[in-house]
């Protein structure tokens, strides 16, 4: 008996010391979360541009300015006239958010917040809003205006030159063309 119960010490000493141990085993981090979805759209405040064309195939023809359209990322091209002689061409970047990272024991990251670029088209071009008002600059023919920031999440890029159809001549198709000029 006096074996039995040794035995039995021993079986219940080890089962202890084994069910005491923590096993850790490495999380392994999830992928990181899905890009968020970008949008563009084309806007004026004061003066209807006269016409406007992109190369974004995401931007439909006749588009309804002031909407957002689901767009891809990328750097694309555009053209709006102020007047039947007068207007506006650069690029315009569109970014995606990207996600959060990867949460532990392969827990897929947060997904990206979505990014909202609207072009203005004004006459005078990009403006920057500073305190409760705007600020516009004129700015004289070839001269180019960059913008490069941040607005809350978003990122802006945008490249662009006043001209006249005399000095860059267009072959573009408007998109948009303000019949009412």
Do not use: H
């Not at 850790?24 to 406007?52: E, L, R, T």
């Not at 979505?114 to 006459?123: T, V």
């Not at 490069?148 to 948009?176: A, C, F, H, L």
């Amino acid at each position: 008996m006096k074996s039995q119960l040794k035995s039995l010490s021993v079986l219940l000493g080890l089962t202890l010391f084994l069910s005491s141990c923590v096993f850790v085993v490495d999380p392994v981090p999830g992928p990181n979360g899905p890009a968020g979805n970008a949008f563009f759209g084309v806007d004026y405040d004061y003066s209807m541009p006269y016409s406007y064309w992109d190369n974004n195939r995401s931007i439909p023809n006749n588009p309804i300015l002031g909407s957002f359209y689901p767009s891809n990322a990328g750097v694309f091209d555009f053209e709006y006239f102020i007047n039947p002689y007068e207007y506006w061409y650069g690029t315009y970047r569109i970014f995606r958010n990207a996600g959060g990272p990867g949460g532990p024991n392969g827990e897929v990251g947060a997904p990206g917040l979505d990014s909202y670029l609207m072009l203005i088209c004004n006459p005078d071009g990009f403006y920057e809003e500073r305190g409760n008002g705007k600020m516009e600059e004129p700015v004289a023919f070839g001269e180019t205006i960059t913008v490069e920031r941040m607005v809350g999440t978003d990122r802006i890029q945008i490249i662009m030159t006043k001209t006249t159809v005399q000095d860059r001549p267009t072959s573009n198709i408007p998109k948009y063309l303000n019949d009412q000029f």
